[in-house]
Structure formats: C-alpha cells, structure tokens
C-alpha cells in the first residue's frame, strides 16, 4: 500500500513511517520542514534500510501538490502536517487556521481532483474539551477552549460534511491523547524546537541538564495528588493505530472516529518520579501556578479502537520514559541540521 504522509517528518509522522516501512507499506512524505529536520530522512533509513520518497514543499500549495500526487501514485493519504501549540495558537489564530483548516482543505481538494478517496487525520483529545467525566468516549459532546482546537473541530466538521457529499470517500478522525516517547533504537524522539511546551519533553531536558527544573503547572486540582492526569500513550502504539486503521477502515466508504489512548490516567508527579526512576536521575521541579486552559484529567475509553480496528496500547510507562531517556541522553540537542 502506497500512503500520502504530510507532516512525515515530524514527531508522530516519523514513527508512523518506520512502523509502515516496517510492515511493508510503502509511505511518501510531504513535509515543508517548519518544524523538522532533513537529517530524520537519514534516522528513518538507518532503522529500516529504506529511504522513503520526499518531497519538500507546503500543503497548502495546491501546485505543488498536484504534482505529488501526480507522480506518486498513493491510495491513502494520512494528514499529520500542522500546527500544535496551544499557547502559540492564541497569539497566532490566523496561521493556526491557514495552516490547520485551509491546509486541510487544499490537500483534500488535491485528493479528489487525482481520485485519492481514503484520508486519515491527526485529532486530538483536545476537542473533548473539559470532558464533563471520564473516561472519555468518542460520543462525547466536542468544544474547543483556544485556536489550536477550535482548528482541529472546523477540520473535523469539515471532513464530516466532506464525507457526507462525497459518500465514496473513507474519512478516519483518529483522536489522540498524549503522545510521548521515542523508538527504542534512540535514533528517533520528539525534538521540539525552544521551550518544549509538553510534559514529557521538559522533563527530559530537566534531566539531560538542559533546563534547571520543571515547573508543576497546579498542585490543587482535585485528582490523585492534585496534579493534572493525562493519558499517555507510546509513540509507536499511537504509529501502530495508523496501521490499524488503514488496515481495517481505510478502503472502507465512510466517517469513522476513534479514540488513540491507553485508558489510563497518570499524574504529572507520578510521570516525573517514572522517569526519574527510568534515567536513574533526580529530575528538579517547582510547583507552579495553573497553567490557564489545562483540565484536571483526562484519558480516554480505547474500546472502540480495540473492536474495530483491533488495535490496543501495549506499552508501559516505563517503556514511554526509558525510551524517551534513551533518545534524550544519546541526542541531547534533538536531531543534527542535516
Ligand atoms: P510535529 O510538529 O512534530 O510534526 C508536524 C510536521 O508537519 C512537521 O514536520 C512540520 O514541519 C510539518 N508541517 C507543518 N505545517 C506544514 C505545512 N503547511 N505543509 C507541510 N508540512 C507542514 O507534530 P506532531 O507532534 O508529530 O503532530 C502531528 C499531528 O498530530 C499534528 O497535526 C498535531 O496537531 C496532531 N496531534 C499531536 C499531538 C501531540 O501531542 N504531539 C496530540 C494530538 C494531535
Ligand atoms: N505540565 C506541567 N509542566 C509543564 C508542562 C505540562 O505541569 O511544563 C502539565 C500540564 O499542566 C498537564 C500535563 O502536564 O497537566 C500534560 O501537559 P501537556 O502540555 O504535555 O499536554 P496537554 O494534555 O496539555 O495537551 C496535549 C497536547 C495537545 C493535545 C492534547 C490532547 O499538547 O496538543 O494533549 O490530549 F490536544
């Protein structure tokens, strides 16, 4: 199977690649490089002895990608390329939107115009909101808090409304929790670029000395130690649901929605004193002020996933902060330019 990969480059693409490759599915990224580096291309081949096709450009450059398509003769297409930090978001809505929405528009007008019907798209748990109680199901009433959601909901109502007039079309929403950790070689993590906004990589950075300590955003929520509970999931469970899903829905006619999540909830305390124990390092913090938006807890109900596209999280925490480790010590700047 040949598949489409925007955004291949970066975090979630680039694991999702290996995991295609090595599965035998051949995956032809489009990446325009704002937030990665060439020099994955190099780490992808040297995991699995295969260069996958690139091409530099942006998605919402329809020229550009007419002749992608035109040449690279794909069934599927899976839809990482964006934009995603919220705090960036709501200094930013308008390239937020351009990018997420009218991107995602761009790319689908292109796919239908080279008759490429099956498309699935990065969501994320973001659009659940503050969930009224979890865990989370994909029935959930959706609300977005700030632009970085607020993108991902128009991008999945748009695709609904897309799927409706165009019944032809296989259409996945895929809702991610929280993706964290590395490919276990230590060849490939999460490298974000300045201040990571994310739990996990600012722990890392704490711990490889690249940063003097993390700041605990709320010690009162009303949750197992007042810290905030998220759902963590392994990079390359979350990489192996793509598969599940292009296996088992992607030639299916149809609006499909699951839930990427594990089912259980950490805190952020309980993630440092994992990852500590993982790196065998004291990782310093403080405890801070709420950070404004974030809920108390949150983590998702996988059945859906697990009936349907028979896909279930099977790492652990300790795989998520010993991989992470691994990534982190071996490359503590991130990637090399190129
Ligand atoms: P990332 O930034 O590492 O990867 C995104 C990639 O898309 C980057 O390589 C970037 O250069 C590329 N890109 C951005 N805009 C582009 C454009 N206009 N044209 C071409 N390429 C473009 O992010 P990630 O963590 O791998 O996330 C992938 C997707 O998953 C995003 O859509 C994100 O919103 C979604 N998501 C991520 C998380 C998370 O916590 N990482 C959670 C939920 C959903
Ligand atoms: N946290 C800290 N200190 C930090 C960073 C985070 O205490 O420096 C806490 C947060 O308050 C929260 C938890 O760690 O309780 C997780 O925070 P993240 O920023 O890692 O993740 P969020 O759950 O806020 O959001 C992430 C992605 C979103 C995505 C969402 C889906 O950033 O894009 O998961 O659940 F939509």
Same mark, same amino acid.
């Given at each position: 199977?040949?598949?489409?990969?925007?955004?291949?480059m970066g975090y979630i693409g680039s694991h999702t690649c290996v995991q295609m490759i090595e599965a035998g599915m051949t995956p032809v990224i489009v990446d325009n490089l704002y937030n990665s580096k060439k020099s994955v291309l190099g780490r992808i081949e040297k995991l699995t002895?295969?260069?996958?096709?690139?091409?530099?450009?942006?998605?919402?450059?329809?020229?550009?990608?007419?002749?992608?398509?035109?040449?690279?003769?794909?069934?599927?297409?899976?839809?990482?390329?964006?934009?995603?930090?919220?705090?960036?978001?709501?200094?930013?809505?308008?390239?937020?939107?351009?990018?997420?929405?009218?991107?995602?528009?761009? #790319?689908?007008?292109?796919?239908?115009?080279?008759?490429?019907?099956?498309?699935?798209?990065?969501?994320?748990? +973001?659009?659940?909101?503050?969930?009224?109680?979890?865990?989370? +199901?994909?029935?959930?009433?959706?609300?977005? +808090?700030?632009?970085? &959601?607020?993108?991902? #909901?128009?991008?999945?109502?748009? #695709?609904?409304?897309?799927?409706?007039?165009?019944?032809?079309?296989?259409?996945?929403?895929?809702?991610?929790?929280?993706?964290?950790?590395?490919?276990?070689?230590?060849?490939?993590?999460?490298?974000?670029? &300045?201040?990571?906004?994310?739990?996990?990589?600012?722990?890392?950075?704490?711990?490889?000395?690249?940063?003097?300590?993390?700041?605990?955003? &709320?010690?009162?929520?009303?949750?197992?130690?007042?810290?905030?509970?998220?759902?963590?999931?392994?990079?390359?469970?979350?990489?192996?649901?793509?598969?599940?899903?292009?296996?088992?829905?992607?030639?299916?006619? &149809?609006?499909?929605?699951?839930?990427?999540?594990?089912?259980?909830g950490f805190s952020v305390l309980q993630m440092v004193e994992a990852f500590s124990q993982s790196a065998g390092v004291e990782v310093a913090y403080q405890i801070a002020p709420r950070r404004p938006g974030d809920i108390a807890e949150c983590w998702a109900d996988p059945a859906k996933?697990?009936?349907?596209?028979?896909?279930?999280?099977?790492?652990?925490?300790?795989?998520?902060?010993?991989?992470?480790?691994?990534?982190?010590?071996?490359?503590?700047?991130?990637?090399?330019?190129?």
């Amino acid at each position: 199977m040949r598949v489409l990969v925007t955004g291949g480059m970066g975090y979630i693409g680039s694991h999702t690649c290996v995991q295609m490759i090595e599965a035998g599915m051949t995956p032809v990224i489009v990446d325009n490089l704002y937030n990665s580096k060439k020099s994955v291309l190099g780490r992808i081949e040297k995991l699995t002895g295969v260069s996958p096709a690139f091409y530099e450009g942006d998605i919402r450059d329809r020229a550009f990608l007419d002749s992608v398509l035109a040449e690279a003769n794909v069934e599927a297409v899976i839809h990482f390329a964006g934009l995603k930090a919220v705090g960036e978001s709501v200094e930013k809505p308008l390239e937020y939107y351009d990018n997420n929405v009218h991107g995602t528009l761009v #790319l689908v007008e292109a796919m239908r115009a080279a008759g490429v019907n099956s498309l699935i798209f990065s969501s994320s748990a +973001t659009v659940y909101g503050d969930p009224a109680s979890v865990p989370i +199901t994909e029935d959930f009433p959706t609300s977005a +808090t700030n632009p970085y &959601g607020r993108s991902k #909901l128009m991008v999945e109502e748009c #695709l609904t409304d897309i799927q409706k007039a165009h019944p032809e079309m296989s259409i996945t929403l895929l809702r991610y929790f929280n993706p964290v950790g590395s490919h276990p070689s230590g060849e490939m993590g999460e490298d974000p670029q &300045g201040i990571p906004n994310n739990l996990m990589p600012f722990i890392s950075q704490v711990a490889v000395g690249r940063r003097e300590y993390l700041s605990v955003f &709320g010690d009162d929520y009303p949750t197992v130690d007042g810290t905030g509970v998220r759902d963590y999931i392994h990079v390359l469970d979350l990489a192996d649901g793509h598969l599940a899903a292009l296996t088992h829905k992607g030639r299916e006619a &149809g609006l499909h929605i699951y839930n990427l999540g594990t089912g259980n909830g950490f805190s952020v305390l309980q993630m440092v004193e994992a990852f500590s124990q993982s790196a065998g390092v004291e990782v310093a913090y403080q405890i801070a002020p709420r950070r404004p938006g974030d809920i108390a807890e949150c983590w998702a109900d996988p059945a859906k996933a697990k009936a349907e596209l028979k896909w279930e999280a099977t790492r652990t925490i300790e795989d998520m902060t010993t991989d992470t480790w691994r990534w982190q010590s071996a490359n503590p700047t991130g990637y090399p330019e190129l």
